[in-house]
């Protein structure tokens, strides 16, 4: 049988992987959607749900995360973390 | 997650491979890519090789909840191994469960005499039964509907053939005893969300006929060893021919119930409108107005061993590979067309591992001239449907078989 090898060809970096590397864009709003998102879920769902989803998108996120996913997100936070990622997240 | 191997390609040079896996010459020669190119521009970002404890490296789509898919060079095996199998969970805590004190809970108010199954006990009082079969995400290829749709942007990894090892479900209901009123099973696993947010917890439900299905199984072998934690161990239910949000992994209770059970999972998740696409199989306790859950897949096809944009040299042969597969009635014919749909040709099917396990196919043919050429596949099965040439459109972007077409150079 054919053995193959594990190939690395070019470079590479080699660390622990977990969430905490990711890095969200920064701008108003950053700190909140990082506070309230991440109690649940990793912030990359945000990074790989865009740039297409327009701000009645993000609305329409925003609201199955609170009222069918049950995340706690203050009413008050709501236009603030739409603004966020419809800024820069957003199409 | 401080035990994880990490690769991340700085420049894109990246290439994996196992041992004993033949993958194609041109993964020796080409980057890892994070998928296809139409995958949302966002996703191709942030994306990245990870392995998870216990798997090689897979690509990463979200850490937590954990969703990773298989590059599609390992789809050239026959089986997917275990430590390339992709992984999809819906909900952050995944408990590791310890074989020796796990118990299956068997229940719900149309069961006659509930029951606590240990491993052993699934192992000893039941029949054992080998299924080779295909799990596949519903939302595989959701990345590639245009326009995108919000979910995890699964390119065409979020799949894997494997022989599955375990009990019919059936065979245990039955020692139980199901009454008359049962409409419904329901499945649940050990993976939770936030208890105090009451955040959903990933629950399924099966109709009484498919969850009596002969095929139906208990599954607690994976390709000759127990599952990997992140495929389901100890047990995962294993429903062939249909999508993997039934196929619930790290199970620990069966309720059959006299109501269709409600919860998010079922409704308003995992829907299709009702009409749109050629599924045979229902699930009427289900069905509303509007939409239906999605059940058995769609006939499909994949490409496996030739990259977007690959290059050939003119004058040689071209080898297609790839795999067909359906939602259990077995595929007919492979096509092939390297003219932009205005021929195709039958290509040769291989191994026929049974109707609910993918069919590997090969195509050979000769580029009449140099240049770029597209390569197309459609697979069609024996109830006479064929890959869709127009995507159909779904909120949740489920069911994406569109034909599939790939571009080489030629010199």
């Known amino acids: ?91 | 997650m401080n035990r994880r191997n990490f690769l991340k390609g700085v420049s894109g040079g990246l290439v994996l491979g196992g041992a004993g896996l033949a993958l194609p010459r041109m993964a020796l020669a080409a980057p890892l890519s994070m998928g296809p190119a139409e995958l949302p521009s966002g996703t191709l970002e942030s994306s990245l090789l990870d392995a998870l404890p216990g798997k090689k490296p897979l690509i990463k789509r979200t850490f937590r909840a954990p969703n990773y898919e298989t590059p599609v060079a390992y789809f050239n095996a026959l089986y997917t191994p275990n430590d390339v199998f992709f992984v999809r969970y819906h909900v952050m805590n995944i408990p590791e469960v310890a074989a020796a004190t796990w118990k299956l809970r068997i229940g719900g108010e149309a069961l006659q005499t509930p029951m606590e199954l240990s491993l052993d006990d699934l192992r000893r009082s039941f029949e054992r039964v080998e299924l080779p079969a295909l799990c596949m995400c519903a939302g595989n290829r959701r990345g590639l509907f245009q326009p995108h749709v919000p979910g995890v942007q699964w390119g065409n990894g979020a799949m894997g053939n494997a022989r599955w090892v375990g009990v019919r479900l059936r065979d245990v209901l039955d020692k139980a005893g199901v009454r008359k009123e049962a409409v419904e099973v329901v499945f649940d696993g050990a993976d939770s969300g936030i208890a105090a947010y009451k955040t959903p917890d990933f629950v399924k439900s099966l109709p009484m006929w498919k969850a009596l299905d002969e095929n139906t199984l208990i599954a607690f072998e994976m390709n000759g060893a127990p599952l990997p934690h992140w495929n389901g161990f100890p047990a995962r239910l294993v429903v062939p021919g249909w999508v993997g949000t039934y196929w619930v992994k790290n199970l620990v209770s069966i309720d059959v119930v006299a109501k269709p059970f409600e919860g998010f999972w079922m409704k308003p998740a995992y829907r299709i409108p009702l009409g749109k696409f050629p599924n045979v199989d229902r699930f009427i306790t289900q069905e509303t107005a509007v939409n239906t859950p999605i059940t058995d897949m769609v006939v499909n096809s994949l490409i496996t061993n030739i990259e977007e944009g690959q290059r050939f040299r003119p004058g040689q042969p071209v080898d297609v590979k790839g795999v067909a597969w359906d939602g259990g009635y077995g595929i007919r014919t492979v096509e092939v067309s390297v003219d932009e749909g205005q021929s195709w040709r039958p290509a040769a099917l291989g191994q026929d591992l049974g109707r609910f396990a993918w069919r590997p196919w090969s195509y050979r043919f000769k580029p009449a001239r140099r240049g770029k050429l597209t390569v197309m596949a459609r697979a069609s099965n024996r109830i006479g449907q064929t890959q869709t040439a127009e995507l159909i459109l779904n909120p949740a972007g489920y069911h994406h078989n569109l034909i599939q077409k790939v571009t080489i150079q030629v010199g």
Request: charged content about 25%; hydrophobic content about 40%.
């Open chain 1, 1 to 91: 049988m054919k053995r193959l090898l594990l190939l690395v060809l070019l470079p590479v970096t080699a660390a622990a992987a977990d969430e905490g590397q990711i890095r969200l864009k920064d701008g108003a709003g950053k700190a909140l959607v990082e506070s309230n998102c991440a109690t649940c879920h990793s912030l990359d769902y945000i990074q790989t749900n865009s740039p297409f989803l327009d701000k009645k998108g993000w609305e329409a996120t925003l609201s199955k995360m609170v009222n069918a996913m049950g995340a706690p997100v203050p009413k008050e936070d709501v236009p603030a973390i739409v603004e966020y990622l419809n800024r820069y997240y957003g199409k």
